[in-house]
């Protein structure tokens, strides 16, 4: 949500900065701009993606070695150039570019222009940075000073970086709740909201924590608080190969990232299923052990698919560890008057590890003395930071902002988790665990096979693509992945799409049902397989398209389909983690086949840090 980007060095600024921005561009995509300090302080900012701002700058004078950019997911104000970043003051004297939202800015904003401020673009950032330059104004302080006054004034998130014309050497950048890491090279520095630009050019980095300044002046980086108390930068190696950043030969990333399932669920696996030794191990629980299997009850929260995660993540717990689970929508949770105790255990699950309202839930959770424990793909993100325990999912970069890779390596830490808690519990016992333990180890073999239906699935699109809306159904483990099936669609094809538990179409989506409905039925051999038949019965009793999701070797669904999608067998508990690749598959080919952006979808942002 909001991509920002700043150098300071002795290199070409704006084609860092440029690149930078090309590699967050999956954080927004509507606006982009760039300032760029080299005794003046130009800013250029266009609507649109980051190479319609390439475009127009191609022509101007961009020579300097201290700059930022900034790539924009609107929240005050629509997408247009004035209120693409960067915003300067009214004198134009210093820039801000903005990642958050400043909520008290509508007051803040009354205030300044009563002393004479003028404001251009209705953002809450161009309300920042007028703060900044009345405050220096004010108390005649340096820009240090004024940014640090400024940010006791302002409420709300951001990560920021501030440039001024008249301190020529310097780049100052703070964080509240947006992230912003540092990368540090030999006489140069790199800021970014995220480890992707900083790659390229060195592996030592700083995670600014909140409520921190950081000055970079004469080639030196000092850190401070807000308080203005003095921090020793904790630099720390970056593990990000470049390649992964990159599409690798893919059409677009989210096609990269279906077919690197394989491998990213065997990396979340990685060190903790030992099959050979019979041993499951997770670093992340081990001193929180026993409060796992004292755990009265566990808390879920997360947004969107992680959310989906999480609703397996409760029959998987459930199921194995027999704890009571509860999923909640972190959004929605952080503002009730939820019933917390300390014997209570919080899972907060998200990709990006920046979610604003998983942020929040974990914080309200925390206040109330329960254990919180954090699954994230991005290490050092700000969720990681604030979990008491966790464990990272492996999945490597996922760029497409349609989440796919994250979603399986969620399911797969959480199989290891329910199962490693279970076994503790003495709720799974040995053989079963031992049988799960196997079959857990043939799954990246099982959704390779899934994969292989790609041409398939791409043909069974083509059918489809004009559709415009599509009904998921499925029973169980297979509930949850409906869910994420109709999201999947919904958000890289635009077209309308539900996910429904099987049994309750009956009372009332039914009546959507006529000859043009397509209807995917995830119907592979489980418990509740005969009732699934059934549903796929009442379906097709209505003219329905059903495209059915079977385990291969399936004989009376065929009969029924007019697609059948097989998919390998697996026990129960893991098919979430097959049955799900199919349904990434048909969305993205329908997607692609109506010249939709897969990558970057309208309206969306892959991290969405504002509530
Ligand atoms: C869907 C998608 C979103 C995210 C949601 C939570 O494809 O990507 O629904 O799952 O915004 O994001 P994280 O997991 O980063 O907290």
């Not at 704006?14 to 080299?38: H, Q, T, V, W």
């Not at 029973?475 to 429904?500: D, Q, T």
């Not at 039914?510 to 379906?539: C, F, G, H, R």
Request: glycine share 6%; net charge negative.
């Amino acid at each position: 949500m909001c991509g920002i980007v700043a150098y300071i060095g002795y290199r070409e600024a704006c084609p860092i900065i440029i690149k930078g921005l090309r590699r967050l561009e999956y954080r927004g995509y509507d606006s982009a701009g760039i300032a760029l300090l080299n005794g003046a302080l130009n800013v250029y900012k266009k609507k649109g993606k980051v190479k319609e701002l390439e475009t127009f700058i191609a022509e101007k004078d961009t020579h300097a070695t201290i700059g930022m950019g900034h790539t924009r997911w609107a929240t005050h104000g629509e997408p247009n150039d004035t209120n693409a970043h960067p915003h300067y003051s009214t004198s134009e004297r210093i820039a801000i570019i903005h990642n958050g939202i400043i909520e008290n800015y509508a007051a803040l904003k009354t205030h300044l222009q009563q002393q004479g401020h003028v404001f251009h673009s209705e953002t809450d950032t161009e309300v920042f940075v007028n703060l900044i330059e009345e405050i220096q104004k004010q108390n005649q302080c340096t820009l240090e000073e004024a940014v640090r006054l400024a940010l006791h004034e302002v409420v709300g998130a951001y990560a920021i970086v501030v440039l001024s014309r008249d301190e020529p050497n310097q780049l100052i950048a703070a964080r509240k709740g947006s992230p912003l890491v540092i990368g540090i090279g030999q006489d140069e520095f790199f800021l970014a909201s995220d480890a992707t630009p900083i790659i390229e050019y060195t592996s030592d980095v700083v995670y600014v924590n909140d409520h921190e300044i950081a000055v970079i002046r004469n080639g030196k980086l000092d850190i401070r608080t807000r308080e203005d108390i003095q921090q020793t930068p904790y630099i720390q190696k970056l593990e990000l190969e470049l390649d992964s950043i990159e599409k690798g030969g893919y059409e677009h990333f989210m096609l990269k990232e279906i077919f690197e399932q394989p491998k990213s669920i065997l990396d979340s696996m990685r060190g903790r299923l030992e099959l050979e030794a019979g041993h499951l191990n997770m670093g992340g629980i081990r001193s929180y052990e026993q409060k796992f299997v004292n755990a009265q009850r566990i808390i879920i929260v997360a947004c969107g698919t992680s959310w989906h995660a999480g609703l397996v993540a409760e029959y998987l717990l459930e199921d194995l560890a027999r704890i009571p689970v509860e999923v909640e929508y972190a959004s929605e949770f952080r503002y009730r008057n939820p019933i917390i105790t300390e014997r209570d255990i919080v899972i907060a699950i998200s990709q990006s590890g920046e979610t604003a309202d998983t942020l929040a839930a974990i914080e309200l959770a925390k206040s109330k003395g329960a254990t919180i424990f954090g699954i994230c793909n991005v290490v050092g993100s700000s969720i990681a930071r604030a979990t008491d325990a966790g464990a990272y999912t492996h999945a490597g970069p996922e760029i497409g902002v349609a989440s796919t890779k994250a979603f399986t390596a969620q399911v797969t830490v959480l199989t290891l988790l329910a199962m490693i808690v279970g076994h503790k519990r003495g709720t799974l016992s040995e053989p079963k665990l031992r049988e799960l333990m196997v079959e857990l180890s043939n799954i990246p073999t099982k959704v390779e096979q899934a994969l292989a239906l790609n041409t398939e699935i791409e043909q069974i699109s083509e059918i489809f693509k004009d559709a415009t809306n599509f009904l998921y159904l499925g029973r169980g483990y297979n509930f949850p992945v409906a869910l994420e099936g109709a999201l999947k669609l919904k958000e890289i094809s635009y077209i309308h799409a539900e996910g429904y538990p099987a049994a309750e179409m009956k009372h009332g989506p039914i009546a959507l049902i006529d000859e043009n409905m397509p209807v995917v039925v995830i119907a592979t051999k489980d418990s509740s397989y005969e009732k699934v038949v059934s549903n796929i019965q009442e379906v097709k009793a209505r003219k329905g398209r059903i495209i059915a999701i079977t385990t291969e070797g399936d004989t009376v669904i065929p009969q029924m389909a007019e697609f059948v999608i097989e998919v390998p067998a697996t026990s129960e508990v893991l098919m979430p983690l097959v049955s799900v690749i199919p349904l990434q598959l048909l969305s993205y080919h329908i997607a692609v086949l109506r010249g939709c952006n897969v990558d970057q979808p309208r309206n969306l942002a892959k991290s969405v840090t504002v509530e």
